[in-house]
């Protein structure tokens, strides 16, 4: 069955950096695109990047551009989001999640996603 398993979460100063992981298993990896999405304590889900099934395309929130990079190894069949330039306000639990169908765009509706990890709680001090 698929798989999705996200770790690297933790506690930061603002500033600091962090590096997450999602291993996925259960499914042909490389022909699906990959998201990430945040929650934080009392909000909606939200979208923060998308990669293509190749890598070849990503996108980003306004909120983290700049400062988060998705990345991909189909190799691995794992998708990391790196994040730099940490501020309180990233603090959220953090999901990797299978995009539907097969390549298309990068989507950021968490309805166009149909397999979700179990989240990884980042958070950041000021």
């Known amino acids: 069955q698929v798989q999705l398993v996200e770790s690297g979460g933790g506690l930061v100063q603002a500033g600091g950096s962090l590096r997450l992981s999602c291993a996925a298993s259960?499914?042909?990896?490389?022909?699906?695109?990959m998201g990430w999405f945040r929650q934080a304590p009392g909000k909606e889900r939200e979208f923060v990047a998308g990669?293509?099934?190749?890598?070849?395309?990503?996108s980003y929130s306004d909120s983290v551009k700049g400062r988060f990079t998705i990345s991909r190894d189909n190799a691995r069949n794992t998708v990391y989001l790196q994040m730099n330039s940490l501020k309180p306000e990233d603090t959220a639990i953090y999901y990797c999640?299978?995009?539907?169908?097969?390549?298309?765009?990068?989507?950021?509706?968490?309805?166009?996603?149909?397999?979700w990890g179990q989240g990884t709680q980042v958070t950041v001090s000021s």
């Open positions: 990669i293509k099934w190749s890598g070849s395309s990503t």
């Open positions: 999640a299978r995009s539907k169908g097969l390549s298309g765009a990068i989507r950021t509706s968490i309805s166009e996603y149909d397999y």
């Open positions: 259960g499914y042909t990896f490389n022909v699906c695109n």
